[in-house]
């Protein structure tokens, strides 16, 4: 499905009871899911959603994911109350990943910090960019 929307023009509409059924799940039946911060562009994370991850976050407006770790589905803020209320859903071109568009309330990482992609490779070394929040890090997730 995804390779024939390759030609529609903008605004045509799909179900989305047809799009869950073309989303190309892995073998472990997930697909990456990236936060985005809606307004600044700012990249928060890379989690998994199941099947009912997404469907969830689509009925509910706030992200919910697959936890690897606990096998289990994981709303983000649950336990650190760092939400995420998603503005907007959008699929890549192949169907295999998912952005997420939120507005993040408080940190998106589980080390307190705002971004978890706060390490940059620089000249062959680990540059980290942020210093961890005075409370210290695992706010309970994952």
Not at 4 to 11: C, K, N, R
Not at 60 to 79: I, P, V
Not at 108 to 136: E, K, M, W
Request: charged share 20%.
């Amino acid at each position: 499905m995804f390779q024939h929307l390759e030609s529609f023009p903008a605004g045509t509409a799909i179900p989305i009871d047809r799009v869950l059924a073309a989303v190309p799940f892995d073998a472990n039946g997930l697909i990456a899911a990236i936060a985005q911060q809606f307004d600044s562009g700012e990249v928060l994370m890379l989690a998994w959603m199941n099947r009912q991850a997404l469907e969830e976050t689509l009925t509910s407006g706030r992200a919910c994911y697959w936890s690897r770790s606990r096998r289990a589905l994981w709303r983000k803020g649950e336990t650190s109350g760092c939400l995420q209320h998603v503005r907007e859903i959008r699929l890549d071109c192949d169907g295999d990943a998912v952005l997420l568009l939120v507005d993040q309330l408080g940190g998106a990482c589980h080390t307190g910090r705002r971004s978890c992609f706060y390490n940059r490779i620089d000249n062959n070394q680990l540059v980290v960019l942020s210093d961890p929040p005075p409370h210290g890090g695992d706010i309970h997730e994952p």
